[in-house]
């Protein structure tokens, strides 16, 4: 009781009370009573009528969620728990050798261990929403079937909404991206995906060319569905990489784009090529945000509640030509479509066809609350040592730690955003520099 009366005076103000609220020689849970009184005073006044102890509950809880005590806990979790998973994945290295399909079910289930952490906190902690656009007819093969996942890239928390819906189709622990090579370097996620064998590439074309294709080749056999996600466009939409790429589309005598990117189209085809007879069909996958939201990783932690819209069609892998020319254009005249029903979201707030929205399932926030338990005893245990022990030099090395901790995952959280992105795209041609 007594660290949520020192909670809600520190945040009085947030609350929406004053000082001259709370009596000067009131202590303890009386003192709390009078906080609540305060705020709840207040909410009735911003919102005109009587406020009940649900709403006032989901209120309080909203504030919490804005606490940093709270986002440091989930990313100590999620770090530590990552680290251990990427030691038992270091550990099936022989299984490999004995038995690969084995290796990398195993792989697949660990995997799922970390990503669904993510996917719990948007799901379950931001309560980010999701509603899905797909014609009923496509919709039992999700999750059913191998496919090729065309995305637009303009939002920084698009993949993790990407992860949301292989949640809730089941293909959550063995899906695929084609990324860039900078990713595989970041801990936990970055190592884990070694081992599940995500397709890298360093977009660099004379180079990707050989190698994307062998990683391609390796999955022919996966013992698992898999969604292998393209983000055609390379790179993160931005006001200067759009005027450039529409430059290029220009030149190549193409119509311009709106909302994306012009696609860049030989990872598509060596993608089409390299699947075929393993996928067997395309979803082309459009998202955008309710009310111009512009998501981010730090709005999720902090518990802002986002809606997003996904439209998706599923194309027979059949259909795409073969000839790698005609599924360049192929790919070009599927983002003029893709760019169109964004138009229409933009002045309708909507995508064409039914709506329907996958079910959250329990297991992502079983996951999680399993590391929790795990985890929080340890922690405590550190703490109330490392205090009792009252050896300045142990705590000053627990402190750095906790420092390091903390900035080596702000660095991570900085890979999903925008403004921190590579200047792939921002030269035209032979130009481009990925650094
Ligand atoms: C039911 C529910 C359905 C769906 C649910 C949704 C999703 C869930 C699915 C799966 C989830 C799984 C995992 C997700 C988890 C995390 C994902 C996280 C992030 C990873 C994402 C990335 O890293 S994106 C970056 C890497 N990927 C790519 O770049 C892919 C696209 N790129 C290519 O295909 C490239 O061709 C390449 C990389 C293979 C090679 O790169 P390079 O630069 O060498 O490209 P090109 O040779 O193509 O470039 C030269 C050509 O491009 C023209 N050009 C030049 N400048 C520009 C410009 N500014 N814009 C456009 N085009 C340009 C140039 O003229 C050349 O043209 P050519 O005609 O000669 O080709
Ligand atoms: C449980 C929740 C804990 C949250 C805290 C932990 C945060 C850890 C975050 C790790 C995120 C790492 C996943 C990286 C995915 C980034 C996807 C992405 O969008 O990459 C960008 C590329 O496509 C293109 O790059 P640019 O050329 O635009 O540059």
Not at 269 to 282: P, S
Request: aromatic fraction near 14%; include cysteine.
């Amino acid at each position: 009781m007594p660290h949520i009366t020192v909670f809600l005076t520190a945040n009085l103000k947030s609350f929406g009370g004053t000082e001259g609220d709370i009596p000067k020689k009131v202590f303890g849970s009386n003192r709390l009573r009078f906080l609540i009184v305060a705020r709840k005073r207040h909410l009735q006044k911003k919102n005109g009528k009587k406020v009940n102890d649900q709403h006032f509950a989901m209120e309080l809880f909203g504030l919490l969620k804005t606490q940093f005590i709270f986002h440091l806990f989930i990313c100590y979790v999620f770090l530590v728990s990552g680290l251990i998973v990427n030691f038992l994945q270091l550990c099936t290295l022989p299984l490999w050798a004995i038995n690969k399909q084995l290796a990398r079910k195993v792989n697949c289930r660990l995997a799922y261990c970390v990503s669904s952490q993510m996917v719990a906190v948007l799901e379950w902690w931001s309560g980010t929403e999701c509603t899905l656009y797909t014609d009923p007819e496509s919709y039992p093969f999700y999750g059913k079937e191998n496919a090729i996942v065309i995305l637009n890239h303009n939002f920084e928390i698009d993949f993790l909404c990407g992860w949301t819906f292989c949640e809730r189709f089941g293909v959550l622990g063995s899906s695929k991206v084609l990324a860039k090579k900078e990713l595989a370097y970041v801990p936990v996620i970055g190592w884990m995906w070694y081992f599940l064998e995500i397709v890298f590439c360093k977009r660099k074309w004379e180079e990707d060319q050989k190698t994307v294709a062998q990683s391609l080749q390796r999955l022919k056999d996966y013992p698992e569905n898999f969604w292998f996600l393209l983000y055609c466009e390379g790179t993160r939409f931005t006001p200067k990489k759009h005027k450039i790429s529409m430059e290029v589309a220009e030149k190549k005598g193409l119509p311009k784009l709106k909302y994306h990117l012009l696609p860049r189209t030989k990872g598509f085809c060596v993608t089409v090529q390299n699947l075929r007879g393993t996928v067997t069909a395309v979803y082309d996958s459009t998202l955008n945000f309710r009310n111009n939201q512009t998501p981010s990783l730090l709005g999720v932690l902090n518990g802002k509640k986002y809606h997003a819209d996904l439209y998706v069609r599923r194309i027979p892998l059949d259909s795409i030509p073969e000839n790698e020319a005609e599924c360049a254009m192929w790919l070009h005249k599927l983002y003029q479509e893709k760019d169109e029903f964004q138009e229409k979201y933009s002045l309708t707030g909507r995508f064409p066809g039914p709506t329907v929205s996958p079910p959250r399932r329990p297991w992502a926030l079983l996951n999680w609350l399993f590391w929790i338990s795990l985890l929080l005893l340890p922690l405590c245990l550190l703490l109330l040592q490392l205090f009792n022990s009252g050896s300045a030099f142990t705590i000053f090395v627990t402190v750095a730690i906790c420092i390091a901790g903390s900035l080596a995952v702000r660095w991570m959280i900085g890979q999903t955003e925008i403004n921190k992105g590579s200047s792939y795209g921002n030269k035209e041609g032979l130009l481009n520099n990925n650094s």
